[in-house]
């Protein structure tokens, strides 16, 4: 099981805007954007494909750290708010249709708004820095830094958990006795 989730949702048509009235101001978005779908190839075991939005919230639930899903036409507002209200707390979406690029989730920077370019080939490396999937090697993409509300997440949570360990080895070794010498009592 995947402690943080990632999603990506291609729009076959414009981004329903009609289902994101609050939606965007929490989010990071990319106006000059490159479409197109990003390669299957390009993470180590591949990117699952859903069916609907159920089969792609239940892949996530399931603990797939990356799963995908397409739509179109009227299924596309629809979907966008079911996933938004049923998505694992920590899940990090790029969401791709032709006119934008957004970014919505845990570690996402809200209220983002860029017109630098950006291309589908840089949605994957900038998953995989928050998200728990590898890339396959030689992958061709950068990292939308931008985008991130703390780029170096990996890193700080490598620290806490550095910083954590160090706590409970002096813990142990300050307390090297047998548990009855441990109580006035015995």
Not at 64 to 84: I, M
Not at 113 to 130: E, M
């Amino acid at each position: 099981m995947t402690d943080i989730v990632s999603a990506i949702i291609l729009f076959d048509s414009p981004f329903p805007d009609s289902a994101a009235e609050g939606f965007l101001s929490g989010a990071a978005v990319f106006e000059n954007f490159k479409f197109g779908e990003p390669p299957r190839t390009h993470v180590q075991g591949g990117i699952p494909e859903a069916a609907d939005i159920a089969d792609l919230l239940t892949k996530l639930d399931a603990g797939a750290p990356l799963a995908s899903l397409r739509l179109s036409g009227t299924e596309a507002a629809k979907g966008l708010e079911l996933f938004l209200n049923e998505s694992p707390l920590k899940t990090i979406a790029a969401l791709l249709s032709p006119d934008r690029l957004v970014f919505h989730g845990h570690g996402v920077a809200a209220g983002v708004q860029n017109r630098l370019g950006a291309d589908f080939f840089d949605v994957l490396p900038t998953l995989s820095l928050v998200g728990e999937f590898l890339l396959a090697p030689g992958v061709e993409g950068r990292v939308l830094f931008s985008a991130l509300k703390n780029p170096s997440y990996k890193q700080s949570q490598v620290g806490r958990l550095k910083a954590a360990l160090e706590r409970l080895e002096r813990t142990l070794k300050r307390d090297n006795r047998e548990p009855w010498e441990k109580h006035d009592c015995a």
